[in-house]
């Protein structure tokens, strides 16, 4: 059975670059067939998609966050990981990965603030 967990600093300043990694367990990321995405949920506000990566290593960004946003992989640690540069409060949120759109990690809160 496939596990995602997510990980990564719950607290990030302004201007700062935020890293998040979702480690998996149970399967490999290199699967054909499946990408892996991450997820954010803003406070009161709904899921917002930002990009994710394919099995290939290809990589897909929502076009509002493409400028700031960075999914990698590492497949000998079987981990993806999120980078998202200048961070403003507006991006608190919790922040999801996962496996095409059936398998969630439990996600983990990032707030902005000095």
């Known amino acids: 059975q496939v596990q995602l967990q997510e990980s990564g600093p719950g607290l990030v300043q302004p201007s700062q670059t935020l890293s998040l990694t979702c480690t998996v367990s149970?399967?490999?990321?290199?699967?054909?067939?499946?990408?892996w995405s991450w997820i954010r949920q803003p406070p009161g506000k709904g899921l917002e998609w930002m990009g994710g990566i394919d099995s290939s290593g290809s990589t897909y960004y929502s076009p509002s966050l493409k400028s700031r946003t960075s999914i990698s992989r590492d497949t000998s640690k079987n981990h993806v990981t999120l980078q998202l540069t200048s961070v403003t409060p507006e991006d608190t949120a919790v922040y999801y990965c996962?496996?095409?759109?059936?398998?969630w990690g439990q996600g983990t809160q990032v707030t902005v603030s000095s």
């Open positions: 996962a496996r095409g759109t059936g398998v």
């Open positions: 149970g399967g490999s990321i290199t699967t054909n067939y499946y990408a």
